[in-house]
């Protein structure tokens, strides 16, 4: 039976997560500062700590015995949450998730993390209009949790290379909305709009299904594993 550790599993893209993967029958390890957000469920265990917070041998107990980590961290919309500690609380928690990888393991894990389509993608050389650099070289500065994100698809990249019991995907949102359910959706290599100046819209359920979709489906892992793809909800007239 497959196991899957959840990372942010009590926020709004994490919950839509964690109820995939249980109505799917899969086995859930939630890292959560709040038990009673998930509620109860026979597949679903909770840990109340956070990947930089546990010790370090329970933490390699864990992963060691998950197939697959999802993470749907993210900075509170808070003075606090922008600003304050952890500043780097993405890039980390992949950081002391990965050093807990067992290199001897007989499958790799497979690693989803959800970031956004303001991140580039250095390695595929994606192109951004001159403005639109510039306007992200100043986001770096003045929120943190872009270049949190950054350096966290960056610590990714450095995997491909260095780390075979470890294998990833970063999945791409656009402007994140609200819906109850999931809907069609498409997949893109690279950003088709400008995130800054044309962004799409990408609902939060369908961003928990692509996820759960990727760590469930082993052709559509296969299609996209070691690349970061863009998802957009389908445009309805």
């Given at each position: 039976?497959?196991?899957?550790?959840?990372?942010?599993?009590?926020?709004?893209?994490?919950?839509?997560?964690?109820?995939?993967?249980l109505d799917a029958d899969i086995d859930v390890a939630a890292l959560v500062r709040n038990t009673d957000v998930l509620g109860e469920h026979p597949r679903l265990q909770q840990i109340a700590a956070t990947a930089l917070s546990m010790e370090l041998t329970e933490l390699e107990q864990l992963v060691g015995n998950s197939d697959a980590i999802i993470c749907c961290l993210g900075h509170n919309l808070t003075l606090q949450g922008v600003y304050g500690a952890p500043r780097m609380l993405v890039r980390d928690s992949l950081r002391r998730i990965i050093s807990s990888v067992d290199k001897q393991r007989s499958q790799p894990l497979k690693l989803v993390l959800m970031s956004s389509t303001g991140v580039r993608n250095v390695v595929a050389q994606e192109r951004i209009?001159?403005?639109?650099?510039?306007l992200n070289f100043l986001l770096r500065w003045l929120l943190p949790p872009h270049w949190d994100n950054e350096q966290a698809a960056k610590l990714l990249?450095?995997?491909e290379i260095?780390?075979?019991?470890?294998?990833?995907?970063?999945?791409?949102?656009?402007?994140l909305i609200d819906r109850s359910e999931v809907s069609q959706y498409d997949w893109?290599?690279?950003?088709?709009?400008?995130?800054?100046?044309?962004?799409?819209e990408?609902?939060?359920i369908n961003v928990a299904n692509a996820m759960y979709r990727l760590v469930s489906d082993e052709?559509?892992?296969?299609?996209?594993k070691g690349k970061s793809p863009?998802?957009?909800?389908?445009?309805?007239?």
């Open positions: 039976m497959m196991k899957v550790m959840v990372l942010g599993a009590t926020g709004a893209t994490g919950k839509g997560v964690v109820k995939q993967l209009p001159t403005v639109e650099t510039a990249h450095s995997q260095n780390n075979t019991s470890l294998e990833w995907v970063m999945v791409r949102p656009d402007t893109f290599v690279s950003p088709t709009r400008s995130a800054l100046f044309d962004a799409g990408t609902s939060r052709s559509l892992w296969q299609q996209w863009v998802i957009y909800n389908q445009q309805t007239e």
